[in-house]
């Protein structure tokens, strides 16, 4: 069985100032791990994915996030926060497996989000 | 590539009438995923088709179903609907390749239930 948890469930910051949103999991399975973010009224928009290549992934408009296996931990980043970050973020473990065709399947297993405000 | 697309955006209903929601994924992707977001219970997970199978099934009662068709379409209905299953129904698909695993997602459906 796999679960995430994410430790906080409202960060705010000031722009410019970095971001910190926390996140911890548990996997019976090496692990793939993700951030989602979700703007309000919109879908979601993968931000990151770590799937034990590097343990540090970078993803889309500046975060990044370090996968530790000994803290079970993928905590998502930002050196600088912009005023358009402001959503709710989400992360995602999935176990599964790989068939014969290549195809991966299983479920995504969403913590239960982080909504990150910004003040000017 | 057009991304994934869901049919109807919206959509209110009555308590017992009964809905079916369309998904067309990202071309070329075969596994198509539903989700169900409230503010309550979060995300969680409905289905996952691949190749017109299902493949994995959450915690939800038989109320809820769903199919793929051959082009990957997906649909999923939900019959005798209750005041709880209005929510944010979002469908994900995913590309064929092993590891990695992210899944790509729509829009959303919003249901209400009245």
């Known amino acids: 069985a796999q679960s995430v948890t994410q430790l906080d469930s409202h960060v705010s910051v000031s722009e410019g100032t970095p971001v910190l949103l926390r996140c911890n999991y548990s996997?019976?399975?090496?692990?793939?791990l993700f951030w989602y973010v979700q703007h309000p009224n919109k879908g979601l928009q993968l931000l990151l994915k770590?799937?034990?290549?590097?343990?540090l992934v970078k993803g889309i408009n500046g975060f990044e996030a370090e996968f530790k296996k000994s803290e079970t931990s993928f905590h998502l980043t930002k050196p600088s926060a912009h005023m358009s970050d402001a959503a709710e973020y989400f992360c995602?473990?999935?176990?599964?497996?790989?068939?014969?065709?290549?195809?991966?399947?299983?479920?995504?297993?969403f913590g239960q989000g982080t909504i990150l405000t910004v003040h000017p | 590539k057009a991304g994934v697309t869901q049919t109807p955006r919206y959509l209110i209903k009555t308590r017992g009438q009964q809905v079916t929601l369309s998904c067309s994924p990202i071309?070329?992707?075969?596994?198509v995923s539903w989700y169900q977001q409230t503010p309550g219970q979060g995300l969680q997970f409905l289905f996952e088709?691949?190749?017109?199978?299902?493949?994995n099934k959450g915690n939800f009662p038989g109320r809820f179903s769903g199919r793929q068709f051959s082009n990957s379409r997906s649909e999923m209905n939900v019959s005798t609907l209750e005041l709880g299953d209005s929510a944010l129904y979002l469908c994900?698909?995913?590309?064929?390749?092993?590891?990695?695993?992210?899944?790509?997602f729509g829009p959303g459906t919003r249901l209400t239930v009245l």
């Open positions: 071309s070329g992707h075969r596994s």
């Open positions: 996997s019976s399975y090496s692990p793939s």
């Open positions: 994900a698909s995913s590309p064929p390749l092993q590891g990695g695993g992210e899944q790509f």
């Open positions: 088709y691949f190749s017109e199978t299902q493949r």
């Open positions: 770590y799937t034990s290549a590097a343990t």
């Open positions: 995602v473990v999935r176990g599964g497996s790989t068939n014969a065709g290549g195809t991966s399947y299983g479920k995504l297993t």
